[in-house]
């Protein structure tokens, strides 16, 4: 299977990977910050809970 992304960039080329990580955590934190989903939780605190 290949993955293909159809977001580009200003020049109209196909974005690069570090590109498509920044837009990912971009949106990630703005989806946190609008309560759309929860943060990222530290593995371990489960254990103490």
Do not use: H, N, Q
């Not at 299977?1 to 020049?11: G, N, Q």
């Not at 109209?12 to 939780?41: D, F, N, Q």
């Amino acid at each position: 299977m290949v993955a293909f992304s159809r977001i580009t960039t200003s020049d109209s080329k196909p974005a690069t990977g570090r590109e498509l990580e920044e837009i990912a955590r971009r949106e990630y934190a703005k989806a946190v910050a609008e309560g759309r989903c929860e943060g990222p939780w530290p593995r371990w605190r489960g254990w103490f809970d």
